[in-house]
């Protein structure tokens, strides 16, 4: 039986993941095993995807990213290129804590920019936005807009990646989509 998904020839797909239909695995990647792939995601050249990781469906992996164990990304998630993961916080070249994995969670359609890091044991939430080179140190809201070093939020975005901007009203239309949003209390809602 044929293999549902795309892989180049110099990718190393280790037995034991699951690789869900649709899937473009690229150059010089190694998807290890216990890991699991959704459907119609997109690995990057020099992609290393470590054992226990979750991908969910679409999720967009860009060149040069290693997603180590502890890291579950949802649906809908990109990750730009060369962005790191952690997955403890006090590592030792001396002291063995692969029994201490700090899991972080990356919601549905969640965006983490390029050179980015983020440091283990957080959330980043649905449909947040982490712009490029940021160093992540705790969550980050559903909608929110973060950068720097280390990471504040700065704004809101929309589902389609727009910066939103809230009336007097307090609410916000995403100028593609003409979605709308609601801020309450600090927190961005898309109203239906």
């Not at 649905?126 to 807009?145: E, W």
Request: net charge positive; hydrophobic share 40%; glycine share 10%.
């Amino acid at each position: 039986m044929g293999k549902d998904y795309f892989s180049h020839e110099t990718a190393v797909i280790d037995h034991g993941c699951k690789i869900g239909k649709g899937t473009r695995i690229w150059h010089f990647s190694h998807i290890m095993p216990g890991c699991v792939i959704g459907e119609r995601c997109n690995l990057g050249q020099n992609v290393v995807v470590m054992p226990k990781v979750v991908l969910g469906k679409n999720v967009k992996v860009q060149n040069n990213v290693s997603i180590y164990t502890g890291v579950i990304c949802e649906d809908d998630v990109f990750l730009g290129p060369s962005m790191v993961f952690t997955n403890i916080t006090n590592p030792r070249s001396a002291v063995v804590r692969r029994d201490k994995y700090e899991k972080t969670i990356v919601r549905k359609g969640a965006s983490i920019g390029a050179n980015a890091t983020i440091v283990c044991g957080i959330e980043i939430g649905a449909f947040a936005f982490v712009g490029a080179g940021c160093v992540v140190i705790k969550n980050v809201a559903p909608y929110a807009l973060v950068v720097g070093n280390p990471a504040r939020q700065i704004g809101w975005m929309s589902e389609y990646g727009h910066r939103l901007e809230f009336d007097e009203n307090n609410m916000a239309v995403c100028p593609e989509s003409k979605e709308k949003y609601k801020i309450h209390d600090n927190k961005v809602e898309k109203i239906n």
